[in-house]
Antibody
Framework: QVQLVESGGGVVQPGRSLRLSCAASGFSFSNYAIHWVRQAPGKGLEWVAVISYDGTNKFYADSVKGRFTISRDNSKNTVYLQMDSLRAEDTAVYSC???????????WGQGTMVTVSS | QSALTQPASVSGSPGQSITISCTGTSSDIGTYNHVSWYQHHPGKVPKLVIYDVSNRPSGVSNHFSGSKSGNTASLTISGLQAEDEADYYCSAYTSTRTDVFGTGTKVTVL
C-alpha cells in the first residue's frame, strides 16, 4: 500500500547534527514532491521544507533556512532531511508527507521524534 | 511566515453545523487558491479533508465543505458527528513558494 516511513530521530545535543530519512513505497515516488512537517510537543503543525519531484527545487521555512537541507534519491525512493546546528526549539515529531497537488498533503508518515537537549 | 489564525476551539451538538475560520494575508490565502484543511486525531496522522479551497479528496465525506473570501478561508462541518471531534488545521501556499499552517482548532462535539 501507499506508505511513507520516517527514521533517524533521536536525542542530540544543541549544535549537533542529525539526518532524517523518509522511505516511500506503493506509488511512483519520482512523480511527487515531498514535504517535511513537524509538531513540537503540545504545539500545532509547522511546515519545514519541500523538494520537487526531481530534486531541482527546494524551499524552506524561515525557522530552518540555512540550517536544514532537504534532498532525495529517486533510485532509493527516499527523501532526506539533514539538520545542522540544532536548537532546543527544533524538538518535535518530524513527518514527511506526499504532495497530492499544489501543497496539499494526502499521504503522511507516522513521524520520528527528534529531541534536542544537553 | 507567521502562522495562519484559527480560533482555538469550536463546539457544537450532534447534527449541528460549525464553521472554522482561517485568516491569512494577501501573500497567501488572499492571492492563491491553494488552501487545504486537515483533520488530526491525537496519535494518528493528519487526514486531508479539503484541498484547493473547496475540493474534497476521494473518500472524504461531503459533510465537509470549504470556501474562501479575501484573506480568510473557512471549513464547514455539516451534520456534526461524534467522530468529527478532532483538531483541525488549515494550510496555505505562499508567495515565497513555501507553505504555512494555521494555529489549529479543537472541535468538540457536545
Amino acid at each position: 500500500q501507499v506508505q511513507l516511513v520516517e527514521s533517524g530521530g533521536g536525542v542530540v545535543q544543541p549544535g549537533r547534527s542529525l539526518r532524517l530519512s523518509c522511505a516511500a513505497s506503493g506509488f511512483s515516488f519520482s512523480n511527487y514532491a515531498i514535504h517535511w512537517v513537524r509538531q513540537a510537543p503540545g504545539k500545532g503543525l509547522e511546515w519545514v521544507a519541500v523538494i520537487s519531484y526531481d530534486g531541482t527545487n527546494k524551499f524552506y521555512a524561515d525557522s530552518v533556512k540555512g540550517r536544514f537541507t532537504i534532498s532525495r534519491d529517486n533510485s532509493k525512493n527516499t527523501v532526506y532531511l539533514q539538520m545542522d546546528s540544532l536548537r532546543a526549539e527544533d524538538t518535535a515529531v518530524y513527518s514527511c508527507a506526499r504532495d497530492f497537488t499544489s501543497y496539499a498533503f494526502d499521504v503522511w508518515g507516522q513521524g520520528t521524534m527528534v529531541t534536542v537537549s544537553s | 511566515q507567521s502562522a495562519l489564525t484559527q480560533p482555538a476551539s469550536v463546539s457544537g451538538s450532534p447534527g449541528q453545523s460549525i464553521t472554522i475560520s482561517c485568516t491569512g494575508t494577501s501573500s497567501d490565502i488572499g492571492t492563491y487558491n491553494h488552501v487545504s484543511w486537515y483533520q488530526h486525531h491525537p496519535g494518528k496522522v493528519p487526514k486531508l479533508v479539503i484541498y484547493d479551497v473547496s475540493n474534497r479528496p476521494s473518500g472524504v465525506s461531503n459533510h465537509f465543505s470549504g470556501s474562501k473570501s479575501g484573506n480568510t478561508a473557512s471549513l464547514t462541518i455539516s451534520g456534526l458527528q461524534a467522530e468529527d471531534e478532532a483538531d483541525y488545521y488549515c494550510s496555505a501556499y505562499t508567495s515565497t513558494r513555501t507553505d504555512v499552517f494555521g494555529t489549529g482548532t479543537k472541535v468538540t462535539v457536545l
